[in-house]
């Protein structure tokens, strides 16, 4: 297992799948498994499949088991005839749920808490019972063709009606989900609980002591990567959404060689621009001509670049979600500040672990302490600009706003560690001046902080 380091201590990788992906497998396991329609697929080719087993199975006495359909083929007929026509109706009824729920949380909230809406299991499962049903009740009926009035299927007419109760408690469940999704509460909840995931990922790099930092600097062990390194490109555009950094730490160390990834995570990286720098581990050893190709395949193969960014690795990605429902709800359009002041405690929940813990180097080391692959981490500064200067600015005719931010400064600013209580004093001060100036400029030093 590879070690990161922080504040001068190397401490070992946490396997959790929020921060640096323990394996490539498990990476391609939530890839697949993203998608809405992934879940009410395999419904269906489950439902299909037992639509073409369970008729073949032999004929039972009724008598021994009374629960079993006891009709004819006219009447089972009749039953599957009739659960196709409710099922496929109501199946439309849950995915214009679905529809209006996303439009709702589009545009009373964000966009970008859409993700989370379509990767909700209850949404997903409720379409798949009732899609399947109905794809389990036409594949059963088709096998009725040409059947005697002694060939009935009576354990197929069976489960399809108890997957007709399956689906209707479902639904039941789904129309709960959905009446409680949509509150704000609710979404400050489910994306404050994502978000720390992601910030527990972080912290458990500084929980564990052990070894020491090497540094990243000019030296036999760690030469200066503007100097002597190999700029590895982005073969495709896209959001450097996570790095297989097990897989990356390893790979260098069998390589040879030190990475570092030029971009937070989050990141828009164009075709062609740097993505990282490769280098070799001793003095003098600069990077080969021949071995460019497979150190640029080093790096991109454990670098994830994808068409949106996720929570899956990141944490400045958790807190935008937040801040941009709180810059909606203090539009002119929704005029909301006590939703922004919410989002504001929620924000001082996921800092306040952040502030009272060592800073993060961004340093990963392999087992025997050699620095592998460094990391841009935006720190402690960026979430911190990230989280208060939007809310401040569009904030700052409301009265609650500016009160709530400066208690949530002032709380943290009394809880940090000395070495984090600078960062927050300075986005206190600059609350200060913010709040007794023109506002005329919009904010901006989030981004050039490297975060966004």
Not at 95 to 123: I, W
Not at 210 to 218: F, K, L, Q, S, V
Not at 326 to 344: C, E, F, H, W, Y
Not at 435 to 451: F, K, S
Request: glycine fraction near 10%.
């Amino acid at each position: 297992m590879t070690r990161s380091t922080t504040h001068g201590r190397a401490v070992p990788v946490a396997p959790p799948p929020t921060r640096g992906l323990p394996s490539r497998a498990r990476h391609l396991l939530r890839v697949l498994l993203r998608p809405f329609w992934v879940l009410p697929s395999a419904w269906c080719a489950l439902a299909l499949a037992l639509g073409l087993l369970t008729p073949e199975l032999p004929r039972l006495d009724t008598d021994g088991v009374p629960w079993l359909f006891p009709g004819d083929v006219e009447g089972a007929r009749s039953v599957l005839s009739t659960i196709a026509g409710a099922m496929i109706s109501v199946t439309g009824l849950v995915f214009s749920n679905t529809m209006v729920v996303l439009q709702l949380a589009s545009s009373q909230y964000s966009p970008r808490v859409l993700r989370s809406f379509l990767e909700n299991r209850t949404t997903q499962h409720t379409l798949g019972l009732f899609a399947g049903s109905f794809v389990y009740a036409l594949t059963v009926l088709r096998s009725l063709e040409g059947s005697g009035s002694d060939d009935v299927p009576q354990l197929a007419i069976t489960l399809a009606y108890l997957w007709v109760l399956a689906a209707l408690g479902m639904f039941l469940a789904f129309i709960d989900h959905v009446t409680g999704a949509v509150g704000v509460d609710a979404v400050l909840e489910e994306t404050t609980r994502q978000t720390r995931r992601l910030v527990d990922a972080v912290l458990r790099a500084g929980d564990a002591a052990g070894g020491t930092t090497p540094d990243w600097a000019p030296g036999p062990s760690s030469p200066d990567p503007s100097s002597r390194g190999h700029v590895v490109t982005a073969d495709c555009s896209g959001y450097l959404d996570g790095l297989l950094l097990d897989e990356l730490v390893a790979a260098s160390a069998r390589a040879g060689v030190l990475v570092e990834v030029l971009h937070p995570l989050g990141t828009f990286v164009v075709a062609g621009d740097p993505l990282a720098l490769v280098h070799r581990e001793r003095e003098g050893g600069a990077v080969e001509a021949e071995d460019l190709e497979a150190l640029d395949a080093l790096v991109r193969k454990r670098a994830v670049l994808g068409r949106e960014r996720s929570m899956e690795q990141d944490l400045g990605f958790g807190l935008r979600r937040l801040v941009d429902i709180a810059d909606k709800a203090l539009s002119p359009g929704v005029n909301d500040p006590t939703t922004a002041v919410q989002v504001i405690d929620r924000l001082h929940e996921l800092l306040r672990p952040l502030v009272v813990a060592p800073p993060v180097s961004g340093l990963h080391v392999d087992d025997e302490g050699v620095a592998r692959v460094r990391t841009r981490e935006p720190g402690l500064d960026g979430w911190l600009r990230l989280a208060v200067e939007e809310i401040a600015h569009w904030g700052a005719d409301s009265v609650q706003v500016p009160r709530r931010l400066r208690s949530m400064l002032e709380s943290l600013a009394a809880a940090a560690t000395p070495e984090n209580r600078t960062a927050v004093e300075a986005r206190l001060a600059d609350l200060d001046r913010r709040l007794g100036a023109d506002q005329g400029a919009g904010p901006g030093a989030g981004q050039q902080a490297g975060v966004s």
